[in-house]
């Protein structure tokens, strides 16, 4: 007789926007990290999944991500 396999923290795969929302960052920039190779990803099927491991990992050495970008001052025009 097998045993089940209980699924662990690190075995279940989030989803680009599970990890957005954990970040407070948008989806798209989820993307440009996996694609710079900032963050690991799997794909399965269309499905791109991240291990929790990866995103404590991207975290250690990049810092938790700026609240918001700086915002520029608005110069009037001259006329």
């Known amino acids: 007789m097998t045993v089940p396999k209980t699924i662990s923290e690190d075995d279940r795969l ?3 926007s599970d990890v957005a929302e954990q970040l407070g960052v948008h989806r798209t920039t989820v993307w440009l990290w996996i694609k ?6 799997e794909k399965h099927g269309s499905f791109h999944g991240v291990r929790p ?6 975290l250690d ?9 700086p915002k520029r001052k608005r110069k009037a025009k001259k006329q």
Do not use: A
């Open 61 to 69: 050495i990049y810092g938790p991500p700026p609240k918001s970008k």
């Open 36 to 41: 710079r190779g900032m963050l690991k990803s």
């Open 53 to 58: 491991h990866e995103v404590k990992k991207l």
């Open 14 to 16: 989030l989803s680009t």
